[in-house]
C-alpha cells in the first residue's frame, strides 16, 4: 500500500516552485489572454473551411478555459468556466460590439468552454480515481 491520503497532493518535481511559479502562471495568463483577444480581433482574408473564424474563436475561449481552471484548481473548474464566459460575453458585447455576427461568435466562445470544461470535468475523475487507488 502507498502511504498518500486522498486529499494528500500529487507531487510534481518537474514543475517550478515558489516566485517562478507564480511568473510562470502570470505570463502563461497574460498569453491566453492575449489569444483570445488576437481571436476575437482576427477576420479571415481566404477561408480555409466553412466556420473557420468560429473554429478559432472556440480553440482560443477552450485554452483560456484550461488555462484558469489550471490556475485557480482542478476543484474549482466550474467557476474558472463562468470566469470566462463572462470575460467572452464582455468582449462580444461591451468591447467588440460592432460585429454583424456576434451571436454566431459568442455561441462558438460558449461552445469552445463547455467543451473545455467537459474535458476537464473528465480529467478530474480519471485523477480522483489515481488519488483513491493511492490509498
Known amino acids: 500500500m502507498n502511504d498518500r491520503a486522498l ?3 500529487i507531487e510534481r518535481s518537474y514543475w517550478l516552485h ?9 505570463l ?3 498569453i491566453a489572454v492575449l489569444v483570445a483577444l488576437k481571436a476575437a480581433a482576427w477576420t479571415p482574408g481566404t477561408e480555409l473551411f466553412a466556420l473557420q473564424h468560429e473554429f478559432v474563436r472556440m480553440a482560443a ?3 483560456l478555459t484550461i488555462w484558469a481552471t489550471f490556475t485557480i484548481g482542478l476543484s474549482r473548474r466550474g467557476a474558472a468556466a463562468m470566469l ?14 460592432a460585429r454583424a455576427e456576434m451571436l454566431n461568435t459568442l455561441g462558438a466562445s ?3 468552454i463547455t467543451l473545455a470544461y467537459l474535458g476537464l470535468h473528465f480529467y478530474w475523475f480519471q485523477v480522483a480515481g ?3 487507488e493511492l490509498t
Open 84 to 97: 470566462v464566459m463572462v470575460f467572452a460575453a464582455i468582449l462580444e458585447l461591451i468591447v467588440m460590439p
Open 130 to 132: 489515481k488519488r483513491a
Open 110 to 112: 460558449a461552445a469552445g
Open 18 to 26: 515558489g516566485t517562478a511559479e507564480r511568473i510562470a502562471t502570470g
Open 7 to 9: 486529499g494528500q497532493a
Open 28 to 30: 502563461t495568463g497574460i
Open 61 to 63: 475561449f477552450a485554452s
